[in-house]
Nanobody
Framework: QVQLVESGGDLVQAGGSLRLSCAAS????????MGWYRQAPGKQRELVAV?????STNYADSVKGRFTISRDNAKLYLQMDSLRPEDTAVYYC?????????WGQGTQVTVSS
C-alpha cells in the first residue's frame, strides 16, 4: 500500500503561481513513476506531468513552459506559474510502481480571471 497526501491547492488570480506538494508513504519501491493529474468539472481526468525515479519528465502540451514537476525522495512537487482560468481543477497525485497504482484524495486549484 502507498498513501499519498496532497497539499497546496488554493484560489489564485490568473497569472499567479502555486506550488502543490504530495507526500508519499508506505510501500514505496525505488523504481517508480509519480505524476500529477487533474480533473475539471464535467471533464475526464487528464495527465498534467509525470516524473520517473530517474528524473525523466513529461508534460501535457497545455502546461509546458508554465508548470514544473520535481521530486525529492518521497515527496512530489508541482510548481505552477502563469496560471490560467482553464487550469482550474482538482489536482491528484499518482504513484505507479510494481506495488500498484495509487491516487491521493486531490487538492482544489481555482484560478479566477
Amino acid at each position: 500500500q502507498v498513501q499519498l497526501v496532497e497539499s497546496g491547492g488554493d484560489l489564485v488570480q490568473a497569472g499567479g503561481s502555486l506550488r502543490l506538494s504530495c507526500a508519499a508513504s508506505g510501500s514505496i519501491f525505488s523504481i517508480n513513476v509519480m505524476g500529477w493529474y487533474r480533473q475539471a468539472p464535467g471533464k475526464q481526468r487528464e495527465l498534467v506531468a509525470v516524473i520517473t525515479s530517474g528524473g525523466s519528465t513529461n508534460y501535457a502540451d497545455s502546461v509546458k513552459g508554465r508548470f514544473t514537476i520535481s521530486r525529492d525522495n518521497a515527496k512530489l512537487y508541482l510548481q505552477m506559474d502563469s496560471l490560467r482560468p482553464e487550469d482550474t481543477a482538482v489536482y491528484y497525485c499518482n504513484h505507479n510502481s510494481r506495488a500498484g497504482v495509487y491516487w491521493g484524495q486531490g487538492t482544489q486549484v481555482t484560478v479566477s480571471s
